[in-house]
Structures are given as structure tokens and as C-alpha cells.
């Protein structure tokens, strides 16, 4: 039976690992970090990982900073809220929550969001500096994979990494962060012929296709690692009453690649706590340099 690579433990332990060291910073800081979500509209998805983000915010003692502009917000009312957030001193993250109302174009929101606070480490010039193994914020879900295989210390050395996915939010980064941990990754996506096959060579397979249930038994080797990073609502059971929730599922069809695998992560349970968390670890990383404390990185991470 495989290793159940828990994200909610981990996510928890890192968070008190962020919070110790804002308690033992923050008066050299002379001021608490803070992280500005910046919500356009009313989507109620949007409006459930916001409340999510601010949470985890209070809860390592982080300022909440963020802004709610309405629906009919114009782009350029939305950019001169990033260039407001960009100029506060006291906001040390900032991220654009997706997707934005129809009619606004995220390109030129996302790359006005000032690179040193861009929480979510997507912006262009951030992409860069992963590609050439230089410090600066990192995408949260693809480092929240990393830091479950190294708490899990998933040898990565050598080994062989697919990772199935090639967007610029998860797949792309995710096949670069392996990479400089010195494993040989190959990229498969929608077009790629025979996934079975590439996936089967993996030692360590991330799967970020958004595609439910695409991942089975004949995609495993025996003894791989197996991440799902795909979130997928389904239908409440039919028997379970008029109060039931939505379930979730992931890109993995979990109960056949279980038995197989020697680590998986669950879905929910798995990824998903860890990218909140990763945001927080830009926030903090951005604080404490512009507070002139130490890199926070190598005593919060794993
Ligand atoms: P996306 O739609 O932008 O990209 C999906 C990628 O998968 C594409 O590159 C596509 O080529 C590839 N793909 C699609 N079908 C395929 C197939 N049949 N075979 C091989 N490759 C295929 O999606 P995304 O933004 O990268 O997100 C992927 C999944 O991860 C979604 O389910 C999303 O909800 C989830 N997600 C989860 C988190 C988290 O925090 N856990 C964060 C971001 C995304």
C-alpha cells in the first residue's frame, strides 16, 4: 500500500514554521508581512479561495491587505489598483485572482503586479529566473509538489519525472523545478501519442492534465511516486441527501494507482493545501527581504 503524501499535515507544519519566524522577525521588521489578494467581481469559486487565502493569512499572522473591485471594473480600474498595491510599503505579496469578469484581458494585469511581490510567481520575469536557477518567487502549486517529495525525500537525483501538462501555471514550472533537482523530465500533453508509455517510464509522475480520472493503472509502474495535481468537483452521491456537498476527484483514478504506487497524493488533501501555503512562503520570502531579515527558505521549507 502506498505512502499517503499528506498535503493538509504538511501545509500545517509549514504554516507554523512561517509563524514562528514572523513572531522572531517582526520587531527587527518594525512591521508585520502582508499579502494583498486583489478579487474583481463576484465569482463565487474566486470569492471561496479568497476567503481561503485570507484565512491562512490570520492564522501566521500575516496582514490581510486585499482589495474587492466591482464587476464593471474597466482594466484600467483594476490597473491602477495593482499600481496602488505595487507603491504600499506595507503590502509584501500581491496576486490578481483568477479568472477575471468577461471583457478583461489578465495579460497586462498580471505582468503591471510588481515582480518582487508577485505572490504567485508566474509573472514573466519570475518564469526567467526559475529557468535560470535563480532566486525569486516560484509558482506555488508546482513548489508545493517540491516540497511534498522532499519532506517525503522522494529521491529525484537521476530519476526519471513525466509530468503530464504543459501550462504555464503548473506543468511548465513543475518540468522545470524537477529538472534542476537533477531529474531527466520528459513533458507529455494533449497531443503527445501513447501517454501509457511515457508515463509507465516515470519514477515520479505528476499529473496536471485537468482531465478527471485520466490516470489508471496502465499508466503506473509499480513502486513510482504518484502526484495529482487535478481538482475536479463531481456530483454529490445520490444517496447521500439533499445536504450533501459536491465530492472532489483528482486527474488520478486513486483507488486502482494506490495499490501500486509507493507514495500518492490524495485528492483533496494532496496538493491543493500546499499551494495556499506556497503563497505564503512568497509573501514571507518578499517581507524579509525588504525588511532586511534573513532567507526564510531554507528553515520554512522542507
Ligand atoms: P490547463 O487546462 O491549463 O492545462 C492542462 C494541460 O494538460 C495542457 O497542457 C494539456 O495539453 C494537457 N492535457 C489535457 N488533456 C490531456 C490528455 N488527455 N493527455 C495528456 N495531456 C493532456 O490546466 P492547469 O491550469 O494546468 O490545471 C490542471 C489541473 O490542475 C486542473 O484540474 C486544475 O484545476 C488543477 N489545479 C490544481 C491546483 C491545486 O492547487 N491543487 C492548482 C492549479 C491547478
Known sequence: MATRLDGRALASRIEERLSSWIREHVSRAGRPPGLAVLRVGDDPASGVYVANKERACTRVGMRSLGAHLPAHSSSADVLAAIERLNRDDAVDGLLLQLPLPAGLDERPLLAAIEPAKDADGLHALNLGHLLRGEPGPRSCTPAGVMALLAEQRVPLEGARAVVVGRSILVGRPMALMLEAADATVTVAHSRSRDLAAITREADVLVVAAGRPGLIGAEHV??????????????????????????????????????????????????????????????????????????????????
Open 221 to 302: 509502474r509499480p513502486g513510482a511516486v504518484v502526484v495529482d495535481v487535478g481538482i475536479h468537483r463531481r456530483a454529490p452521491d445520490p444517496d447521500a441527501g439533499p445536504e450533501a456537498r459536491p465530492r472532489l476527484c483528482g486527474d488520478v483514478r486513486f483507488e486502482e494507482v494506490e495499490p501500486l504506487a509507493s507514495a500518492i497524493t490524495p485528492v483533496p488533501g494532496g496538493v491543493g493545501p500546499m499551494t495556499v501555503t506556497l503563497l505564503l512562503v512568497n509573501a514571507l520570502a518578499s517581507w524579509s527581504r525588504r525588511c532586511g531579515c534573513p532567507d526564510p527558505l531554507p528553515v520554512v521549507l522542507p
